[in-house]
């Protein structure tokens, strides 16, 4: 697979995602800036100033950190995103009772393996755009250790961190696809 067919996996877990928690204790106000945010995506200072007041309404709502995220990423704003899986991280292990350091989270912690649990997939495919990240900002390491951690927790690979590990072990290759 190549990396744009990994990007393009990675958007549709996240429009998954996103459609699973939008309306969950979202606050109705937080729901229309996110909208305003959508409706002027072209405008990067309006559409961030959108995101950054629902962000301070609902600071820990994963529809604020996916909106946050999406827009860092396809902004090319990849620094910045970073800091938004890490907070999704850390949002995904306070509501799954893990570990706050990913590194420490074992397959026994939450129900990884049930693809239809929300919270632990969350966690993953969290854990999975930070591996990514990671990858693309050039620490190969951190992204290896996060890649090795997925497949660790969901061993049958249903969140598909085999895509990432090829693509981490493909790098500097001329890509043949």
């Given at each position: 697979?190549?990396?744009?067919?990994?990007?393009?996996?990675?958007?549709?877990?996240?429009?998954?995602?996103?459609?699973?928690?939008?309306?969950?204790?979202?606050?109705?106000?937080?729901?229309?800036?996110?909208?305003?945010?959508?409706?002027?995506?072209?405008?990067?200072?309006?559409?961030?100033?959108?995101?950054?007041?629902?962000?301070?309404?609902?600071?820990?709502?994963?529809?604020?950190?996916?909106?946050?995220?999406?827009?860092?990423?396809?902004?090319g704003?990849?620094?910045?995103?970073?800091?938004?899986?890490?907070?999704?991280?850390?949002?995904?292990?306070?509501?799954?009772?893990?570990?706050?350091?990913?590194?420490?989270?074992?397959?026994?912690?939450?129900?990884f393996?049930?693809?239809?649990?929300?919270?632990?997939?969350?966690?993953?495919?969290?854990?999975?755009?930070?591996?990514?990240?990671?990858?693309?900002?050039?620490?190969?390491?951190e992204?290896?250790?996060?890649?090795?951690?997925?497949?660790?927790?969901?061993?049958?690979?249903?969140?598909?961190?085999?895509?990432?590990?090829?693509?981490?072990?493909?790098?500097?290759?001329?890509?043949?696809?």
């Amino acid at each position: 697979m190549t990396r744009d067919a990994a990007v393009q996996t990675g958007a549709a877990e996240q429009d998954f995602l996103a459609s699973i928690v939008l309306g969950e204790g979202l606050p109705e106000e937080v729901e229309r800036l996110l909208h305003a945010a959508a409706l002027s995506y072209d405008q990067d200072d309006v559409a961030h100033k959108y995101l950054m007041e629902a962000r301070a309404l609902a600071p820990t709502h994963p529809a604020t950190l996916i909106g946050l995220y999406r827009f860092y990423f396809y902004k090319g704003r990849l620094r910045e995103c970073l800091g938004v899986a890490e907070s999704c991280l850390t949002r995904a292990a306070i509501d799954n009772s893990l570990p706050l350091d990913w590194q420490q989270v074992t397959a026994q912690d939450a129900a990884f393996g049930d693809y239809d649990a929300i919270a632990p997939r969350f966690f993953m495919f969290s854990l999975k755009g930070y591996a990514y990240l990671s990858m693309r900002l050039g620490d190969f390491e951190e992204s290896a250790a996060a890649i090795d951690k997925l497949l660790e927790l969901d061993p049958a690979d249903k969140i598909g961190a085999k895509v990432l590990l090829g693509v981490l072990e493909r790098r500097g290759l001329e890509d043949v696809d």
